[in-house]
């Protein structure tokens, strides 16, 4: 909708902002819907159904309903819904089309736009219906900007994630011997322990705690092979106070003891 000629929307005479009644519902169309409809909550609290997926909805949710789709909704009768509502349709076809639901950033640009579409039509203004398709055409383009906009924004977060996933992997290989900690490397990440330790794994593919045995294993066998350290030597310069540990963690990752590799 960002390259429509305004021109080639259609509008409909089914528009308005309604402050619904406590009883209000919304029921199943016979038929789904026929046309296109901007559906935007300005405040209140409820439910809304769009082709059999439940949305809780409030102040600042947005639907753009298509040809084809079938919806429901309720509210609660305590807190109920103030609401506009937009049906058009186009001439051409399209080439990019807002999602279906997001919930609006920057409300009042939005909600203006909004208000300035209905009241058009209220007084009779002159020139509303070329305006009413210019307005039509910037909140289609809102949707479209604020949709890039999150898409960059979590893209761009993806990346820096994935460059702090390994940098720590780096840190810990660098620094096999240190006392490392899911704790202690989450921190350095700036992140919980939780989601640094579900990200660890889906990056670098190892849990964090068997990425810290690898990288001292595989050190262990450098140093035993290059330095001619002896295995105790090695396995304190590495953190392992017991030797009997280090020795089974080394089998088992390497297949052999410690001292066949020195």
């Known amino acids: 909708m ?8 259609v509008l409909k005479p089914s528009f308005a902002t309604i402050h619904c009644e406590p009883n209000w519902k919304w029921r199943k169309r016979d038929k789904p819907m026929p046309n296109y409809d901007l559906f935007y ?4 609290e409820g439910e809304l159904v769009l082709n059999g997926k439940p949305y809780k909805i409030g102040k600042g949710h947005c ?9 429901t909704a309720t509210h609660n009768p305590q807190n109920p819904l103030v609401l506009t509502y937009i049906h058009f349709d186009v001439l051409e076809t399209l080439r990019l089309i807002p999602s279906s639901y997001r919930i609006i950033e920057n409300t009042i640009n939005f909600e203006s736009l909004l208000a300035q579409y209905v009241r058009l039509f209220l007084v009779e203004s002159y020139g509303a219906e070329i305006e009413a398709k210019l307005i039509l055409k910037q909140l289609m383009i809102h949707l479209l900007r604020e949709e890039l906009e999150k898409k960059e924004q979590l893209e761009s977060t993806s990346n820096n994630l994935f460059e702090t996933i390994r940098e720590i992997a780096n840190y810990i290989k660098q620094h096999p011997g240190k006392p490392h900690t899911i704790e202690s490397l989450a921190a350095r990440a700036n992140l919980s322990e939780r ?4 990200k660890f794994k889906e990056i670098i593919g ?4 068997s990425y810290i045995v690898y990288s001292r294993i595989k050190r262990a066998e450098h140093l035993l092979h290059f330095t001619g350290m002896s295995v105790t030597e090695t396995a304190s310069a590495l953190g392992y106070n017991d030797l009997h540990f280090f020795s089974r963690q080394f089998k088992k990752y390497t297949g052999k003891n410690p001292s066949e590799i020195r």
Not at 41 to 44: A, E, L, M, R
Not at 63 to 71: A, M, N, Q, R, Y
Not at 195 to 198: D, G, K, L, M, P
Not at 206 to 209: A, G, I
């Open 206 to 209: 190892q849990t964090v705690k």
């Open 63 to 71: 639907f753009l309903f298509k040809p084809g789709d079938e919806t």
């Open 2 to 9: 960002l390259y429509l000629n305004p021109e080639s929307y």
């Open 195 to 198: 989601y640094f330790s579900q």
């Open 41 to 44: 909550v300005w405040s209140g």
